[in-house]
């Protein structure tokens, strides 16, 4: 494809407004971010309909880790779609649904006996997870952090806590659902510092709840995010994800690892929580594991299987084609080094957005693992009141100019461009992104 980015006219042409106005007619209203309709894309670039050509720092919401269409990916679909699209696989069997769960049986942490159950997206995978829990420990209470974001169905969004607008007009919500304060160092709800604080985030679970209103016998599994996604790319300090995990044994509940974005190289790791020492009782994703194709996958303890025919059950779970795009994707990721190319394009972020930090003060914080990444912008660094307008420029700027980038959070952009990323793509964005700072500043 063209050499990116190549902005010919300014976006939205006017091929992208009339479909833009036309979707505005006939889609319901949903989380639409830039006026970018897109024609064609691949790898990291992508084409509109009026011909402008952009880098993509957002790979469809970390869904295309291996990039846009990969020709592997193509083939292995069509491939597929042309022998059996559906049989219904929770009623009938499949080899390539075995031969999936058998590989994501072995790439999740931990050496245990695990089995999978298929879903369509990441919100399906943690309402699966809630019913997985209570099935199992039959009891009434669940442990969230405040700015997780789980899901927009109801069971999900129970534990969701991201922004006000996912939870007006639904309540009431799911019952015994308690929210903590996740491990936000930049803007610590005790008004403490790493490392002096000595994790008390985590420790004040078991000696604050649990002693004061939260019945610790009464709670059936606590969910975690590995790094925060919606909430702002919050990436939590050195062991206290294992020091929850810690908690959680001691009182013999489970733990629920959310890797719907975290999940399938994003982190550098194949999945985030291996940036900890702790394995999880359950791990669910989605977004990445098939390229696009909607699909998710619960992964559990062999021990946590429901072992009863009815107790949950879906339709298009594990479709034949997803699992085929699903299983390239997961051998290109090992294959073609596509973690090593993930943390050392990492670094490269990393140098580039401290680089910018020092020059541009709306820089507030930058964090991140791999090519999981975000800057939270800032109207002053010694208040830290967030820069949601001066944000939201950023990003229209950025399209503007041939760059795609997602909000995050409040004030927070994050960048999550494709696994294998060339160097010279890669900083082609940053330019971009580095002279839409400076404009916004």
């Not at 690892?257 to 009782?281: C, L, W, Y």
Request: hydrophobic letters at 40%; a negative charge.
């Amino acid at each position: 494809m063209t050499k990116a980015p190549d902005i010919r006219t300014t976006p939205p042409g006017p091929k992208a407004k009339e479909i833009v106005e036309r979707d505005s007619k006939f889609v319901a209203t949903t989380t639409k971010t830039s006026p970018i309709v897109a024609k064609r894309a691949r790898g990291s670039i992508v084409e509109d309909v009026d011909g402008n050509v952009y880098v993509d720092f957002t790979c469809g919401i970390g869904v295309t880790n291996v990039g846009h269409c990969h020709p592997e990916v193509v083939d292995a679909i069509k491939k597929q779609s042309s022998e059996l699209i559906h049989f219904a696989g929770t009623d009938f069997y499949y080899e390539i649904q075995v031969d999936l769960a058998e590989k994501l049986c072995k790439i999740t942490p931990g050496d245990s006996p695990k089995k999978v159950f298929y879903t369509n997206s990441g919100t399906e995978g943690t309402e699966a997870s809630i019913k997985i829990v209570k099935w199992n420990t039959q009891k009434p209470l669940i442990i969230g952090f405040i700015r997780a974001f789980h899901g927009r169905t109801m069971g999900s969004l129970a534990i969701t806590a991201s922004k006000p607008v996912h939870r007006a007009r639904f309540a009431p919500m799911m019952p015994g659902v308690v929210h903590i304060p996740f491990a936000y160092c930049y803007r610590c709800s005790y008004k403490m510092e790493f490392p002096d604080c000595g994790l008390h985030c985590a420790k004040i679970l078991e000696e604050l709840y649990f002693e004061a209103h939260v019945p610790p016998e009464d709670v059936a599994a606590i969910f975690i995010e590995p790094v925060q996604g919606e909430g702002g790319y919050v990436v939590p300090p050195k062991g206290w994800i294992d020091e929850i995990a810690s908690i959680a044994r001691r009182h013999e509940i489970l733990l629920v690892d959310d890797e719907v974005q975290a999940g399938f190289g994003r982190t550098g790791k194949m999945f985030g929580i291996e940036h900890s020492n702790t394995v999880p009782d359950i791990l669910y994703t989605a977004k990445g594991i098939a390229s696009g194709m909607p699909m998710g996958a619960v992964i559990l303890d062999e021990k946590l299987d429901f072992g009863v025919q009815g107790a949950h059950s879906n339709t298009f779970g594990g479709n034949l084609v997803a699992c085929a795009a699903a299983l390239k994707t997961i051998e290109l990721i090992e294959r073609e080094g596509m973690l090593d190319n993930a943390n050392r394009m990492g670094k490269v972020l990393k140098d580039r957005l401290d680089e910018m930090a020092g020059t541009y003060p709306i820089m507030g914080d930058n964090r991140g693992l791999g090519l999981m990444w975000a800057t939270e912008f800032v109207k002053d660094r010694a208040t830290k009141e967030f820069a949601v307008k001066e944000r939201n420029e950023i990003v229209k700027l950025a399209y503007e100019r041939g760059l795609i980038l997602l909000p995050a959070g409040k004030s927070a952009i994050r960048y999550i461009p494709a696994l294998n990323i060339t160097e010279e793509e890669l900083n082609s964005g940053l330019d971009v992104l580095e002279s839409c700072i400076k404009d916004a500043s």
